[in-house]
């Protein structure tokens, strides 16, 4: 969450530009537009960031906050805020798991494909069109958590590419956000952790 160096206008347009060029060369299927934007860039960033890929067919996920999580969410495929993030964008209370239920279909009234809210220690709620799910993840006592959202929307795109229903991929992504918390040195996530942690996932579906 710290601002970052300030940078120019000049430097905004010339990321929207790499942007379209590897939309362009790479044919991504999702563009993420993960965390704060830098001071002396405009907060549409993200929404002009999510138009390029729309342009260039690739789904869009903006994963940030505030002004410019509420300007991208009109265009993006998948929301994925955290409780204290999905509060904000709904103005309304997200106390736990309960308020997530709720919370997580209205989130859909954007225009979003699945919205999913994290709820760190009590898992994530996924909403799409045929349904709402919680799943959740045996606690580990110690671990850092940095990352472990960024693993956790990892493991939902990959799953999601590879065809999982949003049940299945919720539980992938429970499992990695939760295995980043058993990262050794340099690696943030291994295979193997996820593995394990998916087997002992609950999951349910309340609607």
């Not at 890929?53 to 993006?76: I, M, N, Q, T």
Request: charged residues 20%.
């Amino acid at each position: 969450n710290p601002r970052g160096p300030e940078l120019s206008a000049a430097e905004g347009e010339a990321l929207l530009a790499a942007v379209r060029r590897a939309l362009v060369e790479h044919r991504p299927a999702w563009l993420a537009a993960c965390g704060s934007i830098p001071p002396g860039l405009p907060s549409d960033l993200y929404r002009e960031a999510g138009r390029l890929a729309r342009e260039h067919g690739a789904r869009f996920v903006p994963d940030c906050d505030g002004e410019p999580l509420r300007l991208a969410v009109a265009g993006a495929d998948l929301l994925v805020p955290n409780a204290h993030e999905a509060a904000r964008l709904l103005g309304r209370p997200v106390r736990g798991v309960d308020d997530a239920l709720a919370a997580a279909p209205a989130l859909l009234d954007t225009g979003a494909a699945l919205a999913v809210i994290t709820l760190g220690a009590d898992g994530a709620v996924a909403a799409d069109a045929a349904g709402v799910w919680h799943a959740v993840a045996p606690p580990v006592a110690d671990g850092s958590a940095v990352g472990a959202g960024d693993a956790f929307l990892a493991a939902l795109l990959l799953a999601r590419e590879a065809g999982a229903a949003t049940p299945d991929a919720l539980r992938e992504a429970v499992a990695a956000g939760t295995a980043a918390l058993l990262g050794r040195g340099t690696a943030l996530v291994e295979p193997g952790d996820v593995r394990a942690v998916a087997r002992d996932v609950a999951l349910r579906r309340t609607a």
